[in-house]
């Protein structure tokens, strides 16, 4: 049954007239400025990456537009802010905000041509906005009967979106209803992805399962095997012929294409949890912990290559790529937006990771940004030597120490 939908033309709550440069993260006339005292000043520093924002309440969520230096966060007030970010020092802007939401922001995405803002909440509310003003454009109110926890965007007209209950709908976004109402998981998803043909969409889910389903056919095909724990995310690697899954106990779970209903394979991180990953490319994906390290992992050979950076101490909510593959953006408990270099992560291959192998065995960095002020990467070491071939003996899927990090 359709939703009921209404179009709003009303402001956001906090908004900039701002028009963005495609080729650049600077203000035209009408943004916001920094004071001019018409005295010299020195040049401003490029930094390898742009600086940390901070925000007035934990962010559960964080997109990145598809062609300009430009992202959105969502929070736990229900708050959704749009920022542009530079490499320049001190230029980082917030160009509006938007406070529709009546209960915590659970995620956030951009359209396509980044023209387009959708987000979704506790509140059980989709919400489509303008992207470059932060104008509420439509709202389907009581979309889901339970909290939406998550949302894709199929493409430029369909919109798939899943609840704390276990239901997955699928909008057509220019009628505002659904097209699909299905309900196959026992609990919340956490995760959906799309493959490249736009036909099938799995979903992850806290039941322990990763649910198939067949948009063109509008119908439910299967769940795969119950895993020990909750799956967190849900990505597809290997050109498609993958599928990995991130889950609540630290183990990447890896799945054939058309193999769905049991695991091919499975990567044992030894971290406390997979919360969210993000792909940088076919065969390397960044993963994320409630510990606050995220970790790039290198898929089918599986190794842990290095860690890119943490939120010390907090957890991981979400990861996105920047449009040019540049940076990784990071949200997590602490309030903060931060951003790491990952320009050279898609080149990076097993062999040359093996060579910069350290004999200390401590797990590598690969960002400038990772050890940090307080070297907060000292704990990052494996397991010595002995008790790492004894579990190995134990559990053939655990990664030997001479590929793999621990904590």
Same mark, same amino acid.
């Given at each position: 049954?359709?939703?009921?939908?209404?179009?709003?033309?009303?402001?956001?709550?906090?908004?900039?007239?701002?028009?963005?440069?495609?080729?650049?993260? @600077?203000?035209?006339?009408?943004?916001?400025?920094?004071?001019?005292?018409?005295?010299?000043?020195? @040049?401003?520093?490029?930094?390898?990456?742009?600086?940390?924002?901070?925000?007035?309440?934990?962010?559960?969520?964080?997109?990145?537009?598809?062609?300009?230096?430009?992202?959105?966060?969502?929070?736990?007030?229900?708050?959704?802010?749009?920022?542009?970010?530079?490499?320049?020092?001190?230029?980082?802007?917030?160009?509006?905000?938007?406070?529709?939401?009546?209960?915590?922001?659970?995620?956030?995405?951009?359209?396509?041509?980044?023209?387009?803002?959708?987000?979704?909440?506790?509140?059980?509310?989709?919400?489509?906005?303008?992207?470059?003003?932060?104008?509420?454009?439509?709202?389907?109110?009581?979309?889901?009967?339970?909290?939406?926890?998550?949302?894709?965007?199929?493409?430029?007209?369909?919109?798939?979106?899943?609840?704390?209950?276990?239901?997955?709908?699928?909008?057509?976004?220019?009628?505002?209803?659904? !097209?699909?109402?299905?309900?196959?998981?026992?609990?919340?998803?956490?995760?959906?992805?799309?493959?490249?043909?736009?036909? !099938?969409?799995?979903?992850?889910?806290?039941?322990?399962?990763?649910?198939?389903?067949?948009?063109?056919?509008?119908?439910?095909?299967?769940?795969?095997?119950?895993?020990?724990?909750?799956?967190?995310?849900?990505?597809?690697?290997?050109?498609?012929?993958?599928?990995?899954?991130?889950?609540?106990?630290?183990?990447?779970?890896?799945?054939?294409?058309?193999?769905?209903?049991?695991?091919?394979?499975?990567?044992?991180?030894?971290?406390?949890?997979?919360?969210?990953?993000?792909?940088?490319?076919?065969? !390397?994906?960044?993963?994320?912990?409630?510990?606050?390290?995220?970790?790039?992992?290198?898929?089918?050979?599986?190794?842990?290559?290095?860690? !890119?950076?943490?939120?010390?101490?907090?957890?991981? @909510?979400?990861?996105?790529?920047?449009?040019?593959?540049?940076?990784?953006?990071?949200?997590?408990?602490?309030?903060?937006?931060?951003?790491?270099?990952?320009?050279?992560?898609?080149?990076?291959?097993?062999?040359?990771?093996?060579?910069?192998?350290?004999?200390?065995?401590?797990?590598?960095?690969?960002?400038?940004?990772?050890?940090?002020?307080?070297?907060?990467?000292?704990?990052?070491?494996?397991?010595?030597?002995?008790?790492?071939?004894? @579990?190995?003996?134990?559990?053939?899927?655990?990664?030997?120490?001479?590929?793999?990090?621990?904590?």
């Amino acid at each position: 049954m359709a939703a009921a939908t209404e179009h709003a033309g009303m402001p956001a709550t906090s908004q900039v007239d701002a028009k963005i440069d495609p080729t650049s993260s @600077e203000f035209e006339p009408g943004g916001l400025t920094s004071d001019d005292d018409g005295e010299d000043s020195a @040049e401003p520093r490029i930094l390898d990456t742009p600086q940390d924002i901070r925000l007035e309440a934990a962010a559960n969520t964080v997109a990145v537009h598809p062609s300009r230096d430009v992202l959105v966060c969502g929070d736990v007030d229900g708050d959704v802010y749009a920022f542009s970010y530079s490499r320049t020092e001190g230029q980082n802007r917030e160009l509006w905000s938007s406070g529709h939401h009546l209960k915590s922001c659970r995620q956030v995405r951009f359209s396509q041509d980044g023209e387009k803002l959708y987000s979704v909440s506790r509140d059980k509310a989709v919400h489509m906005l303008d992207a470059e003003r932060g104008r509420l454009v439509t709202r389907i109110r009581g979309a889901h009967g339970a909290p939406i926890n998550c949302l894709l965007l199929v493409d430029a007209n369909i919109l798939a979106t899943g609840d704390d209950g276990g239901t997955l709908k699928v909008w057509d976004m220019r009628k505002g209803s659904s !097209i699909m109402d299905l309900k196959h998981h026992d609990d919340y998803i956490s995760d959906i992805a799309v493959d490249e043909a736009k036909r !099938i969409l799995l979903t992850a889910s806290g039941d322990g399962t990763m649910g198939v389903f067949n948009i063109k056919r509008r119908r439910f095909e299967l769940l795969s095997e119950y895993q020990s724990s909750d799956l967190t995310s849900v990505a597809l690697m290997k050109r498609g012929k993958k599928v990995v899954c991130g889950s609540s106990e630290g183990t990447v779970y890896i799945f054939n294409w058309n193999g769905f209903g049991a695991t091919s394979d499975r990567f044992a991180l030894q971290a406390e949890s997979v919360d969210c990953i993000a792909p940088v490319n076919d065969n !390397i994906i960044c993963a994320a912990s409630i510990d606050g390290y995220i970790r790039a992992i290198n898929i089918l050979p599986n190794r842990i290559i290095g860690c !890119i950076g943490q939120h010390v101490g907090e957890p991981v @909510e979400e990861l996105a790529k920047s449009w040019d593959s540049n940076f990784l953006v990071s949200c997590a408990h602490d309030q903060l937006v931060k951003f790491w270099d990952i320009s050279s992560l898609a080149t990076t291959t097993i062999n040359e990771y093996r060579k910069r192998k350290k004999k200390d065995g401590r797990m590598k960095s690969l960002s400038k940004k990772a050890l940090g002020d307080n070297n907060f990467f000292s704990g990052l070491f494996d397991e010595p030597q002995k008790k790492e071939e004894e @579990e190995n003996e134990d559990e053939e899927d655990q990664v030997d120490d001479s590929d793999s990090g621990s904590d």
